[in-house]
């Protein structure tokens, strides 16, 4: 063998050159021969690769291939992470249009809640409205009135009324008007409810002689 200090010429069995003194090293790079791809690297680096990022630094000067295997494990994995988080936000924005798109289709328009019947046909077949007595009570301090309606359901199905009622002096002027609201009547159910429970004082004489009738109704069917 040679010397790779002068290039003369040394025994095998020599740990110096008999000529420079340079030191003859004759055994393997024992951190070469343990040098080479690790499985367990390229894992670890794949499932959390900023572990593999930190392996990669530490043996690439010391042994290279163990952390190539870190790196492309980290790199792999870096890589499937934003794959994946690109799915999922794209299956959350489908997911959400398409649940948004069913809430707005279940959502019914205002034509299709109320119908669209005239207030004389409502009365004429689905509904009975009635007024009672208009009572006036003076407490001492202020007038207590209320008008007494009994509203009855006469559709075969349950529904809902919103009824504008109007008060109207002996000449057809309206004195002022007010609305209730028969929530959910199952078919022949009745409810009793008030009205012009707040009735300005200086209007109580006209209301006295009112007569009160039905201004306009919106059903609602369930």
């Given at each position: ?9 040394v025994d ?186 707040y009735v ?18 919106n059903k609602?069917?369930?």
């Amino acid at each position: 063998m040679y010397c790779k200090n002068c290039g003369r010429t040394v025994d095998d069995t020599s740990s110096y050159c008999n000529n420079c003194g340079a030191r003859i090293d004759n055994k393997p790079n024992a951190d070469a021969s343990e040098d080479n791809s690790n499985l367990g690297f390229a894992i670890l680096g794949f499932f959390i690769p900023i572990v593999g990022l930190i392996l990669f630094l530490i043996y690439e000067e010391k042994k290279p291939k163990r952390a190539k295997s870190a790196g492309k494990g980290a790199l792999i994995g870096f890589i499937t992470e934003i794959v994946l988080a690109i799915i999922l936000v794209i299956l959350y924005v489908v997911f959400a249009a398409s649940l948004f798109n069913n809430i707005s289709n279940n959502i019914p328009a205002i034509g299709d809640v109320f119908s669209e019947e005239t207030t004389d046909k409502i009365l004429e077949k689905d509904v009975d409205v009635s007024f009672g007595e208009f009572k006036v009570t003076n407490n001492g301090y202020y007038s207590e009135t209320s008008l007494d309606i009994t509203v009855k359901n006469k559709a075969e199905e349950q529904c809902t009324y919103y009824i504008t009622i109007e008060a109207v002096d002996a000449n057809g002027a309206r004195i002022d008007t007010d609305m209730i609201y028969a929530d959910r009547l199952g078919a022949g159910q009745e409810i009793y409810l008030k009205a012009f429970e707040y009735v300005d004082q200086e209007k109580l004489n006209q209301f006295k002689n009112a007569t009160f009738k039905v201004l306009e109704i919106n059903k609602y069917d369930y």
